[in-house]
């Protein structure tokens, strides 16, 4: 395709795909009920400039290396048909990330840099590019955009690209097009295979829940870019085809921008701020159950031990493997709940502490 040759074609279509669904949020009046702060924005803003310089580096830097290394396979795919090159540079550049995005929900080092995608407490557009330029830097997908130029895939990636963005764009927007598909009963199959291959709102928005408390969302999964392939073979997806009551993390310190976008450099000035520089991640278990009347209701229980609202969850497990427990009482009672986490019954103490 002759305009993909275009130079800068892609930034172009960038900037126009998030003027259109910035533009379509602007029109449903998100911006006049959006819950963001002013540092919101300006983080979301910067986020975008980071990202466009970051990958210039990135860009630069990889086609050296390549050069220096494997000067031989300068353009060697360059002849391989669109047919080919597109799904083949889409489908590395998917995996990676599904990994890269997961492995940030799952090492505390990693979530520091992408614990502020989370914070927004409400969806928009510009939502994707709230991270840290650390984040950005150590993308492998934008190395593989790099390593697939250098190769000859230089039309795929810019058509990627263009693909991904669309997609991530539509899932992280306030515009929810797919709800009137799940509500039309005669769109309902052809959603059900469309969900199953590309990232929908409602999929992604559930990744953005701030707990699965309300039974629709769930952070510590749905972690696909464009494609919900990888979810469903590596059993983390969640499909509830409603999006969630609240948005955010469980606990917010609210850090400056500066300190969410320039992390490590810049430290958080808020004490309990995973960012902080004498923040410690430690566990609060207790050897002792705590006795306590519950009204009727959902809890989620915190099974990691890094709460420190034992033995409830408030949220500290983001960045680790575990999850909380969701529990339910029918009707108000006195439990103990286990606090030193060797039960075999959570939430309930079974007097393992005693062992
Ligand atoms: S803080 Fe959520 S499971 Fe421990």
């Not at 934008?142 to 991904?164: D, N, R, V």
């Not at 085809?241 to 948005?247: G, H, I, L, S, T």
């Amino acid at each position: 395709m002759a305009w993909l040759e275009i130079p800068n074609i892609d930034i172009y279509f960038v900037v126009a795909v998030l003027f259109f669904f910035g533009f379509v949020e602007f029109l449903l009046g998100h911006y006049s009920h959006s819950k963001r702060s002013k540092d919101d924005y300006i983080l979301e803003l910067g986020g975008f400039f980071v990202v466009g310089l970051t990958k210039s580096i990135v860009v630069f830097v990889a086609h050296y290396i390549a050069t220096l290394i494997a000067a031989p396979w300068f353009g060697v795919f360059a002849n391989w048909s669109l047919w080919l090159s597109l799904p083949f540079y889409l489908l590395i550049d998917d995996f990676l990330q599904y990994w890269y995005h997961r492995s940030a929900h799952e090492y505390k080092w990693l979530w520091k840099h992408h614990y502020n995608h989370h914070a927004a407490e409400d969806m928009g557009v510009f939502v994707s590019y709230r991270n840290s330029w650390v984040y950005y830097l150590i993308m492998p997908n934008i190395w593989w955009t790099a390593i697939a130029t250098f190769l000859g895939l230089g039309a795929a990636a810019a058509l990627g690209i263009m693909i991904k963005l669309v997609i991530i764009s539509s899932s992280h927007s306030t515009w929810v097009w797919d709800k009137w598909f799940y509500k039309t009963k005669a769109l309902s199959p052809l959603m059900s295979v469309i969900e199953r291959i590309v990232i929908t709102p409602a999929f992604h928005h559930g990744h953005h829940a701030k707990s699965k408390l309300d039974g629709i969302g769930d952070p510590n999964g749905n972690f696909g870019n464009a494609f919900s392939i990888w979810d469903q073979l590596f059993g983390t997806a969640h499909f509830s085809r409603q999006f969630p009551k609240e948005y955010g993390l469980m606990e917010t310190p609210k850090d400056p921008w500066y300190s969410q976008l320039l992390f490590p450099f810049v430290k958080s000035n808020k004490v309990d701020s995973e960012i902080h520089a004498n923040f410690e991640f430690k566990k609060y278990t207790q050897n002792e159950p705590l006795q306590t009347k519950l009204a009727a209701g959902k809890y989620l229980y915190c099974q990691c031990g890094y709460s420190k609202d034992q033995p409830f969850c408030n949220g500290s497990h983001h960045g680790t493997k575990q999850t909380p427990l969701v529990f339910e009482m029918k009707k108000e009672r006195t439990v103990s709940l286990c606090r030193c986490k060797k039960t075999k019954t959570p939430p309930y103490c079974d007097n393992s502490h005693l062992a």
